[in-house]
Nanobody, 127 residues
């Protein structure tokens, strides 16, 4: 059974940084995309960043709201995906989820494309 476990959330002041980790136990057959989503209180869960790998090449994609501030990366040996978050803003406050998808030729943004989800980690940015 595949499990995704996020860690690294916490509270930080505006302008600060956090690095989220998502460790996968088990193997998702055909998995070639991992994404980060977030859900703020009273709002829908939205795509934040995604990474796709294939035959040694890697591509990334970001929501406009985090472009230039967040960076997604992957350590294949550790079966872990990271989200480095810099220049954090109060509007980045949310529960952050990692998710896995399989057999995509691009990085999908709808959450329905992702079959595997972690439990989420809280990120709170104070002004």
């Amino acid at each position: 059974q595949v499990q995704l476990v996020e860690s690294g959330g916490g509270q930080v002041q505006a302008g600060g940084s956090l690095r989220l980790s998502c460790a996968a136990s088990g193997r998702i057959v055909g998995n070639n995309v991992m994404g980060w989503f977030r859900q703020a209180p009273g709002k829908e869960r939205n795509f934040v960043a995604g990474i796709r790998w294939n035959a040694g090449s890697t591509s990334t994609y970001y929501a406009d709201s985090v472009k230039g501030r967040f960076a997604i990366s992957r350590d294949n040996a550790k079966n872990t995906v990271y989200l480095q978050m810099n220049s954090l803003k109060p509007e980045d406050t949310a529960i952050y989820y990692c998710a896995g998808a399989a057999n995509y030729y691009y990085i999908p943004t709808p959450e329905s494309a992702y079959a595997y989800w972690g439990q989420g980690t809280q990120v709170t940015v104070s002004s």
